[in-house]
C-alpha cells in the first residue's frame, strides 16, 4: 500500500485506497487492541488492563485495607476519568467482580454493602457500595515504589500508570482469567497460590524439572466455589502440559448435620422411617445457583427426572440444596448420576493457557514454561528494585558523609555561614563538598547539632556501606538472586498456608469412580400395571395385575384385542401387519378410568395397518415371525426395540403379504408348528428356523392355494396343544405328533381330530 506525505494528502481530506486493503488494515489495528488491551491477561501479573488500573487508581487514592471504604462510584468515576475512558458501566462491573469471594479465589476488592451472589443477582448500583484494596493487592501491587517496573502516560497524557504490577503475588494462576479476542481466547481456572508457589520453589532449585514432578506439587484448579474435579490425574497433568484441556467439575454433596459419617461425606441425611434426602454444600464454579433451581424444578415438571420428588434451596451464607428422592427405595447413586446427567450439578471448564508474555506477543504456555517466564519476570524485578535501592543508598551515603565533615569542622562551618555573603560555594571548595551535600548541610537544622547526632550518621554510614555491599554481592550472582527469591516466596506463602481460612484447598481433585449405568427407564418407579389395547388401537393401564379375562368398557364399536401384565418399567413392543415394530413404555400409558388414549397419537403406525401382538420385552427373549405367505424367521427382541416413534422395519414384505403371526419362543422349545388357511400342519425343528435382525425369512410351509394361517412353538416331547375353544377355556394336547413332523417348507396334512375350525392353536 502507498503512503501519502504531508503535502500529498488532497484539501478534502479524502483519499481513494482499495477497499479490501482498507477495511484489513483497520480491522488487523482493533483485534491487536483487542488482544494486547482488552481480552489477554499478562503473564506477569495475571491482569488485563482495566483491573490493573481500578487498582492502580484505588492505591493512588489511598484505600488500603486499614483505611475507610470510599464510594465505588467516586472510584469508577476517577479511573474512567483518568486511565479508562471507557463505560462506568463496564468499569463497575469489572470492580465488582474483583470484590467478589464466589468469582475470584483471592478477591482483590474488599466490598462494603451488596456486590451480588451465587443466585446470580447482580451488585447494587455503584453508588450504594463501598470498597477499597485487600491485602493480597498490596502485594501484588508491592514494590511500584521502588522503581520496578515502567511507567507509561496514560490515554491524555496528563498522568502516569504501571505497565505492570510487580508484587510477588502469583495472580495469573492463583485468580485465573477468562476472554475472548478476535480469533483467539483465554480460559485460566483459579488455583491454590501454596501450590503455585511451591512449584515455583521447584523450578528454582531445578529449571529442568519434568512436567510429572510439578503435578505432584501443582495438583490442578482450586475454585472459589469449591465443588470436585473428577477426572483422571493423567488427563490433567497432560492438560497443563499442553496449556490446553478441560475439566469435569462436580458440585459436592456433603451432609453437615448427618451423625454417620459415612452419609455425611456421601451427602445423606436420614428422615427416619427409611426415608432420606441428599443435600449438595458447593456447586460448581460459574454455575448460578438460583438457575441451577429452576433447571432442576422444570425437569421434576417435565417428569424428566422421575425419581426426584422435589429440590429445595435451603442456602443462608452457606449453600444447602436438598434433593427429596420420589421414594425410600431410590438408589442415592442413582439419584446422583442422574442429576450429575441432566442439571449443571456438573459442568465442563476449559483450560487455555493463553497469556501474554513479557514482550506482549499472545501465546499457549504449558505449566512449566508459564511458571519459568513468571520467575523470570521475578528475577528481573528484584534486580531492579535492587538497582533502585543501591542508587537511593549512593544518594543517602553522598549526604551523611557531607553532615560528618560538617561535624567534624562545626566552628569553622558556622564561621562561614556567619561571616560569608555566599557561604555555598566557599564551603565546597575549602570541604571538597559536592553542591547537594553543601546545600544539605545549608538546610540543617539548629537541634541536630548534637553529639549523639554524630554518633548515628557513622551508624548509618557503616550500615548503608554494609548493605550496599551485600546488594552488589546479589546483582552479581544469579544463585544469590534464586536464593533471594526462595526466602521471599516462601514468606509470603505463609500467608497462604494450608491451615489458613484463605489457603485452605476448597476444590478436591478425585478421579470420579466409574458411573453407574442407568437409563431413563431406571429412574422409573417398579409398580405392576395391566396394559389393554382395543381393536381400534386406544390403550391404557390399569395399576396392578387384574385379571386378564375381565370385561373392560370400551366405546361404541369396539372391543378388546390385547391384554398383557406387565411393569412400569418394562417397554412393550407392537407389531404391525406391515412388519414394523414400534416401542412403548408402560409408564407413559394413560390410566384405565377412561377408554385410554388411540396409539396413533404417540406412534407413526401406518393408517392401513392393524396391530397383531402386544408383547411386553424380556431381554434376549425369541420372537417367531411369520407371514401371510408362509415366510417366516426368529427374532431377538433387544433388536427389535425402537427409539423413535416411526418404529423399526423388521419384516420385508412383498406385494400383499403381510405379517401373521409374532409370539414369544419359550427357552425350552424346540419345534414349530405352522398351519394353513387349507387346515394343513406341518412340524419341523426349530433349530431350522434362522435367527435374523431383519428380512424376509425363509419358507416355513408350502402352499398351493390360500397362505398360512397361524405358528408357534412348542416341545415335542410335552406335545402340541391348542385351545377347545368355547367357554369352558380348556386346553387340548396332541403327543403323538410324529406323524406330521416333516422338513421345514413341506406341505403338510391334515392335523389332528379335534384342531380348532379357525385354524388357530
Known sequence: MVTLGDDEIPSDGIVDEPFESALEERYLVYALSTITARSLPDLRDGLKPVHRRILWGMRQMRLDPGNAFKKCARITGDVMGKYHPHGNLALYDALVRLAQPFTLRYPLVEGQGNFGNIDGDGA?????????????????????????????????????????????????????????AVGMATSIPSHNAAEVIDAALELIDNPHVEHARLMELFRGPDFATGGLIVDSAEAISHAYETGRGSFRVRARFFATESKDEDDRAAGIERLGGGQYQLVVSEIPYMVQKGKLIEQIAQLIADRKLPILEDVRDESDEHVRIVFVPKSRNVDPELLKESLYKLTDLETRLSLNLNVLDASRTPMVMGLHELLTNWLAHQIDILQRRTRHRLRKIADRLELVAGYIIAFLNLDRVIEIIRTEDEPKPVMMAEFELTDRQAEAILNMRLRSLRKLEEMELRREHDALLAEQAELEKLLESPARQRTRLKRDLAALRKDYAEDTALGRRRTTIAEAAPTVEFSMDAMIEKEPVTVILSQRGWIRAAKGHLPLEQDWKFKEGDGPAFAVHAQTTDKLLLAADDGRFFTLGADKLPGARGFGEPIRNTLDIDAGAQIVALIVHKPGTQLLLASSVGRGFAAITDELLAETRKGRQVANLKDKARLAVARPIAPEHDHVAVVGENRKLVVFSLEELPVMARGQGVTLQRYRDGGLSDATTFTLEEGLSWEMGGDTGRTRTEKDIQMWKVARGAAGRLPPQGFPRDNRF
Open 124 to 180: 447494587a448500583a455503584e453508588r450504594y457500595t463501598e470498597c477499597r484494596l485487600t491485602k493480597t493487592a498490596m502485594q501484588l501491587m508491592d514494590g511500584l515504589d521502588e522503581g520496578t517496573v515502567d511507567f507509561v502516560p496514560t490515554y491524555n497524557n496528563e498522568e502516569e500508570e504501571p505497565v505492570v504490577f510487580p508484587g510477588l503475588f502469583p495472580n495469573l494462576l492463583a485468580n485465573g482469567a477468562s476472554g475472548i
